[in-house]
């Protein structure tokens, strides 16, 4: 198959694919609708479910794309690789274990190529417990005004204000302060929000009725953005620990990376959308991973980031530098190159079939997976 050839060029049209092939193999497909919001070409907005494998399977795989949002590209063609693989399909009846496909975790972001939701929120930021103090982040309260300046592009003068703050602290510093997530800047970039959103809602409900009686669940989050272009990181993140960790590197390999022993690119964020599966499956055997894979420079990529969040917040700028900047945003998190689409596939290929085989490989007891639409 020609790798390129299953790279979306909207939301409206990933999902539409994603649906086709969901019927071509005749498998159901569960959509939760987002209300009230339609799409940047005036589409519904979805997240999409498929569960595909033994009705009965007790070790499941999920696969999720776009959670945040305009990164879904990547997942998305992923997903439907899979979905239309038939030896896949022979493969999860022989070894007894079922995927679930979840199409657009954030399909706001996605239809409008942004990262964020349709509350600027970063759902791996987002899955905190709001009743709990937040974290804090002073070092973003510093530069936040920095960041986000009155107009687009940044005047020389904030270039400057932003290359002293890097030189003087360091990239790691500048890249830890945006990144990590903050809870006080409603308008500002890596927000958690202050209350789980839709799509926060929506996936506990969807792990509650597919993965409750599961004993053992792995999960593989599609990102693109971070590292070197083409090269999948897989980063192990979140609350589930030196147990999880060691899971994850016995299913996925030793280059698993993880803020637990420094060895990951990504922020040690808090509240990453992983947390729902160990609050909603704690009896599970777990390992989660995001691979995230690299396209632009970090430099050219938090430029990109801070776009996304000033183009959202000045809805009056004019239509041609709002359609400009978000055809930037898109071409820093897709590649439109061949070999670059055909890393993206192979190595989310290889990854799956190493879950499937770690899956199989966890000791068998305790009730089936509930399909809720075998009862
Ligand atoms: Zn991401």
Redesign the pocket.
């Known amino acids: 198959m020609d790798p390129s050839s299953c790279f979306s060029a909207s939301y409206r049209e990933a999902r539409a694919r994603f649906l086709q092939v969901a019927a071509e193999r005749h498998a159901r497909v569960d959509s939760r609708v987002l209300p009230g919001i339609v799409g940047l070409e005036g589409e519904q907005l979805a997240m999409d479910v498929v569960r595909l494998g033994p009705a009965h399977a007790r070790r499941m795989l999920i696969l999720t794309s776009g959670?945040?949002g305009v990164?879904g590209f990547c997942g998305s063609a992923v997903q439907q690789v899979l979905l239309g693989d038939s030896t896949l399909h022979a493969l999860l009846q022989k070894r007894d274990v079922a995927i679930l496909f979840v199409h657009a975790i954030n399909p706001y972001g996605f239809s409008y190529l942004s990262?964020t939701t349709e509350a600027n929120v970063d759902l791996?930021r987002n899955c905190v417990d709001f009743a709990a103090p937040l974290p804090m982040n002073p070092a973003y309260d510093e530069v936040h005004d920095l960041l986000i300046p009155a107009a687009w592009p940044p005047s020389p003068d904030n270039e400057a204000a932003i290359r002293h703050y890097v030189e003087t602290r360091g990239e790691w510093a500048y890249q830890q302060a945006v990144t990590t997530g903050q809870y006080t800047h409603p308008h500002g970039m890596f927000f958690g929000g202050h209350e789980p959103s839709w799509s926060t809602r929506t996936l506990r409900q969807l792990l509650e009725e597919y993965g409750d009686a599961c004993e053992s669940i792995g999960w593989i989050d599609f990102?693109?953005?971070?590292g070197p272009p083409g090269f999948g990181s897989k980063i192990c993140v979140g609350t589930g620990g030196r147990e999880e960790l060691e899971r994850a590197r016995g299913w996925w390999g030793a280059d698993v990376t993880s803020p637990l022993d420094g060895t990951s690119i990504a922020a040690n964020v808090a509240g990453p959308v992983s947390e729902i599966l160990r609050q909603t499956c704690p009896h599970a055997a777990k390992a989660a991973i995001?691979i995230?894979y690299g396209t632009v420079p970090l430099t050219d990529m938090l430029l990109m980031l801070r776009a996304d969040v000033w183009v959202r917040h000045h809805p009056d700028a004019p239509e041609v530098l709002k359609a400009s900047i978000r055809a930037q945003i898109r071409a820093a998190f897709l590649v439109e190159e061949d070999i670059w689409k055909g890393l993206i596939i192979s190595q989310g290929q290889a990854a799956v079939w190493q879950a499937i085989d770690g899956l199989a490989g966890e000791a068998r007891s305790g009730p089936a997976c509930a399909d809720p639409f075998e009862s």
């Open positions: 959670t945040h990164e990262r791996n990102h693109t953005g971070l995001a995230e």
